[in-house]
């Protein structure tokens, strides 16, 4: 194909319901003009039901999905499934930064509490402060019902331990144990290119290799 | 984020409408879980209404949206505008394989004639035949309206060139004449580098100077 010379000069399209459908595609995160380009043309090559289902998820997804009024996790129905059941310790709270965190800690089936989704994490540069997140709500859960342990599971990045700072000055007084995810060396790291603040940390934080083998 | 867990494992979606998205566009060529995630909660945080025209747009434009009746390339009504104008050179017709061709040559501003997208190129492996092409009627255009030259700008792959032979020996008896774009040494490409059949070509092929510098 000869689209390679595309890339240096404005698009010609031949219709206007498809540059239409290109620039709504170039919108999105990580996708220029040509990937928009290959984009559409392959949903021109789909099956009308299929693309005009695909058109609707993205149109009901925006228009009917929910916040969980509990955990402001993503939702279908006003308290989400994890704040529903009834097998999960609710005393516990894991808190994260969005809903990849939560699924992310849901695949690794070790954790039986329930979340609140911050929806972001403390950052001036980006101008996101903590009136922007769900930092009330989590101090108004803390003190309205039982709490056994709060865990502050964010990043460890800047922002991440900005936020973790500033929450554990929020919520020291309420005498609830709040712990952080362990930071250490990944699996299958090797030592010899660890950060020396990483392998620092993670000597000072060791554990008795009777903990680490559970 | 944690997020770099998931790969591994299957999501755990919190919600249908998040899950129902999130499979809609891992669909789309190049578009992993990952990425169709990452796209999805782009969407949630845009307005509504700019997600509803996302979506209204794919409709749409699966819908709606015609192929030229003289030259097949996409097109808002009937007959595309190419084909409408009367400042182009309708004698004259341009083979090519599909709407990014077109694109491509039209951004280039040096051609003014007429196109013919064939639809995509003989690929016995892919299992394309000429059937499945618009061969037909390009042979039936050649043969009820007045061409002065066939130009074949079709890819310099095995496709490509496969496609232009078949062209040849179904066109070659209408004495019209039957050009291909050239083939040589791109703008920018350095000599040591090209492969040895585009070099061989380009030598035989020499144009005298005086063309070149058109």
Same mark, same amino acid.
């Given at each position: 194909?000869?689209?390679?010379?595309?890339?240096?000069?404005?698009?010609?399209?031949?219709?206007?319901?498809?540059? *239409?459908?290109?620039?709504?595609?170039?919108?999105?995160?990580?996708?220029?003009?040509?990937?928009?380009?290959?984009?559409? +043309?392959?949903?021109?090559?789909?099956?009308?039901?299929?693309?005009?289902?695909?058109?609707?998820?993205?149109?009901? +997804?925006?228009?009917?999905?929910?916040?969980c009024t509990?955990?402001?996790?993503?939702?279908?129905l006003d !308290?989400?499934?994890?704040?529903?059941?009834?097998?999960?310790?609710?005393?516990?709270?894991?808190?994260?930064?969005?809903?990849? *965190? !939560?699924?992310?800690?849901?695949?690794?089936?070790?954790?039986?509490?329930?979340?609140? !989704?911050?929806?972001?994490?403390?950052?001036?540069?980006?101008?996101?402060?903590?009136? *922007?997140?769900?930092?009330?709500?989590?101090?108004?859960?803390?003190?309205?019902? =039982? !709490?056994?342990?709060?865990?502050?599971?964010?990043?460890?990045?800047?922002?991440?331990?900005?936020?973790?700072?500033y929450l554990?000055?929020? +919520?020291?007084?309420?005498?609830?144990?709040?712990?952080?995810?362990?930071?250490?060396?990944?699996?299958?790291?090797?030592?010899?290119?660890?950060?020396?603040?990483?392998?620092?940390?993670?000597?000072?934080?060791?554990?008795?290799? =009777?903990?680490?083998?559970?």
């Open positions: 194909m000869l689209e390679q010379f595309i890339y240096f000069c404005k698009m010609n399209f031949s219709s206007k319901l498809l540059e *239409d459908a290109v620039n709504e595609f170039s919108k999105l995160p990580g996708v220029g003009q040509k990937t928009a380009l290959r984009l559409v +043309l392959h949903l021109l090559g789909r099956e009308k039901e299929e693309v005009t289902h695909f058109g609707n998820s993205i149109i009901r +997804l925006r228009q009917e999905i929910k916040h509990v955990c402001h996790n993503i939702s279908d !308290v989400c499934e994890i704040c529903r059941s009834n097998k999960r310790e609710k005393e516990v709270i894991c808190v994260v930064e969005d809903t990849r *965190d !939560v699924m992310a800690i849901e695949n690794t089936s070790q954790y039986f509490g329930a979340y609140h !989704v911050l929806g972001g994490l403390i950052s001036p540069m980006d101008g996101i402060g903590p009136s *922007d997140l769900f930092i009330d709500s989590l101090v108004q859960r803390v003190a309205t019902t =039982e !709490v056994k342990e709060i865990i502050l599971a964010l990043s460890a990045t800047m922002e991440g331990d900005t936020t973790i700072f554990y000055k929020k +919520l020291k007084d309420f005498q609830v144990p709040i712990t952080t995810i362990a930071r250490g060396i990944a699996f299958g790291g090797e030592l010899e290119y660890a950060d020396e603040i990483t392998l620092g940390r993670s000597i000072v934080t060791r554990v008795p290799y =009777e903990t680490a083998m559970k």
